[in-house]
């Protein structure tokens, strides 16, 4: 039996990630899930994109499958190569900022031991303690998008740490235990 599905998949021109999963019923009918995502993306924002979901019979398939399919795996390919673009352009942005530039050149030309150079290892301890936070924070948003708010509530930096973050850690607080209290009241 020969077959051209994968033709059809390159013939779209998306590569990338698809995950294709089929469910029949007792009655002959199919639902097939289609998700397609980049590897490469760095971008989180791309696990709240949803599979493309149809259900119908194999005849239906077989004669309409791809066409259903192909504007919105081009779009999703589309957004996510953005993404993934806008992600390096940002972070290229950064490291070519007058602002980094500056301090890099500042800090190859302080004297060591001096007060310059204990200036030099404050700001590099902000730079370090402000992406601990960031990591942290990215941590919680990951675990509440996963329900999974006392894990989130764990990895929750506090206001001690960071006494310059703590209306934002407060406010970050107390929506992961309402939320944590939500799911309890609906579990029971």
């Given amino acids: 039996m020969k077959t051209d599905f994968f033709s059809h998949i390159a013939g779209m ?12 019923d007792a009655k002959g009918n199919f639902t097939v899930s289609t998700l397609f995502k980049l ?12 599979p493309f979901t149809a ?21 999703t390919a589309g957004l996510l190569h953005n993404m993934e673009d806008y992600m390096k352009s940002l972070s290229k942005a950064k490291e070519q900022s007058k602002m980094v530039q500056d301090n890099k050149t500042k800090s190859k030309n302080k004297p060591e031991g001096g007060k310059e150079g204990v200036a030099a290892s404050d700001a590099a301890g ?35 740490e ?5 209306a934002e850690i407060a406010k970050r607080k107390a929506e992961l235990e309402r939320r944590k209290q939500q799911k309890a009241n609906l579990l029971f």
């Fill in 55 to 75: 259900t119908g019979r194999a005849q239906d398939f077989d004669e309409g499958y791809f066409a259903a399919i192909e504007k919105p795996v081009k779009e």
């Fill in 126 to 160: 902000e730079e370090a303690k402000r992406k601990a936070y960031t990591e942290a924070i990215r941590k919680v948003v990951d675990l509440d998008a996963l329900c999974k708010y006392d894990e989130a509530l764990e990895m929750m930096p506090t206001a001690e």
């Fill in 13 to 24: 021109e998306c590569p990338g990630q698809w995950s294709i999963t089929i469910h029949t």
């Fill in 162 to 166: 960071y006494p310059d973050r703590e």
């Fill in 39 to 50: 590897d490469a993306c760095g971008d989180t924002a791309q696990k709240h994109i949803l």
